[in-house]
């Protein structure tokens, strides 16, 4: 039985691009037998500021979020980073064995440090370290992310290799598991950047938690090209491939399937039914979401009892890990 781990951040505005790419592969993975861990990473959260409430709001709505997508607690530890202080223990650890240098070439920190100058926070630069930790501390085997996060997942290797080098065979070397598929669903407005939560305009996402009205007048503005038919080209037609990515996603049907039958059709028929084809995909969803929002404690025991679960793992590592540098006496 293989390990399996990822985690996201709790923001109110989860894309359809966070849903494939980070919360669907990990359904088909719990339904495989695994063991699996899916948590809301508070801490990495806190690294560019957030308002308090709105924190408190979103980790709820993450809560109701992955129990509607079909998270199963019986099978998948599910819990909040924070109530289990082992991942920032270990990340204090692990950061005095990674470089510098390491850090300043991560992508993310110099796409979100730009124009920052000096008042980039320490945190944000040592995000990937807590994100390692957060991976090692479970053994795990394979982490499903969308492919902007694999350079932190290979950083985690290193980190596991260059500890169990100097003190002995400790942590398993983590695997990235990429969706082949929807692993990099781009942004309505621009084919050419990946959809995020962070675009300057919200044209550029659609949120889980847009309305019908919302989505059908995003996927009317959507960019495409000035050709006439529908065919799939990721590299000629990218817009159009990612629109077609995402019908089959929301479709399960084929690409090739909706390419061939849409190839004469227009654009007009083509987005006319995408659009449909998501709000039918969104509606239920989102009903299931509003209903575990109405019981609010009862996700909070969730939580609790997923804490409790991954402490007990968490502990089990971290006790190797104290030994093994030498502060146990
Ligand atoms: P965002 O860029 O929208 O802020 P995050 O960085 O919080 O998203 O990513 C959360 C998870 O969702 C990660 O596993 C990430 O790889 C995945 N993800 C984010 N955007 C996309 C996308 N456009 N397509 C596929 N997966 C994505
Ligand atoms: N850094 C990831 C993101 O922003 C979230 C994350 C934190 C994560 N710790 C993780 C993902 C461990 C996978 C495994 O999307």
Known sequence: MSRVLTALQP??????????????????LQEQGNE???????????????????????????TAVYLAAGIDINKTTLFQQSRVPQHTELAWILNCLTYMGELERMTQFKDKSRNKGETVSVGLFAYPVLMAADILLYNTDFVPVGEDQVQHVELARDIAKRFNN???ETFVVPEPRIRTSGARIMGLDDPTK??????????????????????RKKIRSAVTDSES????????????????????????????????????????TFKGDLAEALVSWL?????????YLKNEEE???VLDKGAERALLKAETTMKRVREKIGIVL
């Open 283 to 291: 509606k239920p969803f989102q009903e299931k979401v509003n209903g």
């Open 194 to 215: 990946k959809m995020s939560k962070s675009a300057e305009s919200p044209k550029n996402y659609i949120s889980l938690l847009d309305d019908e009205d919302d989505v």
């Open 36 to 62: 699996n861990y899916l948590f809301i990473v508070d801490y990495h959260a806190i690294t560019i500021p957030k308002d308090p409430a709105q924190l408190r709001k979103n980790i709820i709505y993450a």
């Open 229 to 268: 038919t529908i065919s799939f080209d990721p590299e000629h037609r990218p817009a159009l491939a990612n629109l077609l990515t995402i019908f089959s996603l929301v479709t399960k049907k084929s690409i090739q399937d909706l390419a061939t039958e849409y190839k004469t059709k227009g654009y007009g």
């Open 299 to 301: 996700l909070k025991r």
């Open 166 to 168: 100097r003190f002995g």
């Open 11 to 28: 923001t109110g505005n989860l894309h359809i691009g966070n849903y494939f790419g980070a919360i669907d592969p990990l359904l088909e």
